[in-house]
């Protein structure tokens, strides 16, 4: 039983240290794996139970409660209007700058028919590509010179487009002015932070994470924030961006959809791929697309923003 025990402590232990994301930085991305310490914790705590070890096996068991109580919003559709209005097709998909299936991309992007479409990682390939495909966008690349890669938007006919810069310390986000046709304008920013892999990086993502919160703040609704946030949706920079700018997870409702990494198992995928909106705005349907040679899934998001 000791075989169990001691996977079952670290499992309690990731379980609560996970809480202090905000000031050791790795225990963020702990964070990440709430889905797997709850399956863990149910696992070794029913087995210890039956091992007779019950006070190991209460306390693994509980903290499978805790992980369960985080990830259940998820499965619970918010209460909300009716999704009447004008619908929006949302796109937000990180191509991986050395991915070349262009066309293959190229097609899927044809077949999905979005209204606003948000490429992370595109590179100077990925902007001639798409520059040059036969698509009914315009193209808005956010890549200065200097950089390897930023954020490219894909929008329709008349949309208005503005970039916050894509240097590491700069927010990485762009924002898209999209004219519905009611009359009315959906403002939406795309958003690609830098990956928490060092404490350096993790307070600069932390820094960008925030600057989404307060650009939705400082705006009147309808709103739209999308895109590679590198965070999942129990992290604490997350739950901060959309406490400060008043936004809903459009994941509510429609389960765990694990965008990363595409390339592993299902098992050890976390959802760090994000589309959140501001009230006024229905989420009418979610949905993760194919494996296009990217180490994230596409997500596709449908929205009605309503009258």
Same mark, same amino acid.
């Given at each position: 039983? &000791? #075989?169990? *025990?001691?996977?079952? +402590?670290?499992?309690?232990?990731?379980?609560?240290?996970?809480?202090?994301?905000r000031w050791v930085w790795w225990l963020d991305l702990v964070a990440n794996f709430r889905p797997q310490l709850g399956v863990a914790a149910v696992v070794f705590g029913v087995t210890?139970?039956?091992?007779?070890?019950?006070?190991?096996?209460?306390?693994?068991?509980?903290?499978?409660?805790?992980?369960?109580?985080? +990830?259940?919003?998820?499965? &619970?559709?918010?209460?909300?209007? $009716?999704?009447?209005?004008?619908?929006?097709?949302? +796109?937000?998909?990180? +191509?991986?700058?050395?991915? $070349?299936? @262009?066309?293959e991309v190229i097609g899927y992007l044809r077949g999905v028919d979005a209204d606003v479409v948000f490429l992370h990682e595109t590179s100077a390939p990925w902007e001639e590509a798409l520059g040059d495909a036969d698509l009914?966008?315009?193209?808005?690349?956010?890549?200065? $010179?200097?950089?390897?890669?930023?954020?490219?938007?894909?929008?329709?006919?008349?949309?208005?487009?503005?970039? @916050?810069?894509?240097?590491?310390?700069?927010?990485?986000?762009?924002?898209?002015?999209?004219p519905l046709a009611d009359g009315r304008t959906l403002r939406m920013l795309g958003v690609h932070t830098l990956a928490p892999t060092t404490e350096r990086r993790a307070a600069l993502r932390d820094a960008q994470l925030r600057f989404a919160g307060e650009w939705a703040a400082a705006r009147r609704p309808p709103l739209v924030v999308a895109g590679d946030l590198n965070a999942g949706p129990w992290s604490w920079a997350f739950a901060r961006m959309a406490e400060l700018g008043d936004l809903q997870d459009s994941a509510r409702g429609f389960g765990l959809q #694990?965008?990363?990494?595409?390339? *592993?198992?299902?098992?050890?995928?976390?959802? &760090?791929?994000?589309?959140?909106?501001?009230?006024?705005v229905t989420v009418v349907g979610r949905r993760l697309g194919p494996r296009l040679g990217s180490d994230h899934f596409p997500l596709v998001v449908d929205l009605v923003v309503n009258p």
């Open positions: 039983m &000791i #075989l169990v *025990a001691l996977p079952a +402590v670290v499992v309690v232990a990731a379980t609560v240290s996970a809480f202090f994301g210890l139970m039956v091992g007779r070890w019950r006070r190991l096996g209460t306390a693994t068991l509980a903290a499978g409660l805790v992980n369960a109580a985080l +990830v259940a919003p998820l499965f &619970i559709a918010p209460s909300g209007p $009716d999704a009447e209005g004008v619908r929006v097709r949302v +796109v937000t998909f990180n +191509v991986f700058a050395s991915n $070349d299936r @262009y066309e009914p966008y315009e193209v808005f690349p956010s890549r200065s $010179d200097e950089l390897i890669f930023g954020t490219l938007v894909l929008a329709r006919p008349g949309a208005k487009v503005v970039s @916050y810069g894509f240097a590491p310390s700069e927010p990485r986000a762009v924002e898209v002015e999209l #694990l965008t990363f990494p595409a390339t *592993a198992n299902p098992a050890l995928r976390v959802p &760090i791929d994000h589309v959140l909106h501001s009230e006024g």
